[in-house]
């Protein structure tokens, strides 16, 4: 199969599987993830020239980018919805502003929580605080999700 070809058919037909419901059930389990991360790199190897090239030399090859990028990526798309009030308020769940705070961030800075138990620091509203507080005002400025997304892909690539 040529590359061309491969990501026409990867983002039809594996990326929705791979990604969905990605902001309820964020695998956070090394074993989980590997299982996930293996459909990708069997996908990948489908086309002739990354066969035995490296799963990570291929993705950069294919200009695709990473699940644990996608996951994030996903993540942050549904917090800056979810502040801009995109989606019904008596359905979104609940993130507090960090009003305390006027130094560095962003003007939407989430309150951070502590938890007394391992398994709600993977819920949604606790993993994505401070990959959110950590991006920029103009990326949270943003006057569209589209907008978001484009000036969040440009700061991830900078990183």
């Not at 490296?54 to 996608?70: A, E, I, Q, S």
């Not at 993540?75 to 979810?82: N, W, Y």
């Amino acid at each position: 199969m040529d590359e061309h070809t491969f990501i026409l058919v990867y983002k039809a037909m594996v990326c929705p599987h791979v990604e969905f419901a990605n902001s309820v059930w964020c695998p956070f389990k090394l074993d989980d993830i590997k299982e996930i991360e293996k459909m990708q790199k069997r996908a990948t190897k489908l086309t002739i020239k990354l066969k035995n090239k490296p799963h990570k030399d291929g993705l950069v090859h294919l200009n695709l980018p990473t699940l644990k990028y996608r996951r994030l990526r996903g993540d942050m798309i549904e917090v800056f919805k979810i502040t801009h009030n995109i989606y019904d308020e008596t359905v979104s769940p609940y993130l507090p502003f960090n009003i305390k705070t006027n130094t560095r961030g962003n003007n939407y800075k989430l309150l951070n929580h502590s938890f007394h138990y391992d398994l709600h620091k993977h819920y949604f509203s606790a993993r994505i605080v401070n990959i959110w507080n950590s991006l920029l005002n103009t990326v949270v400025n943003a006057g569209t999700v589209n907008t978001f997304k484009a000036r969040l892909d440009d700061s991830g690539r900078t990183k």
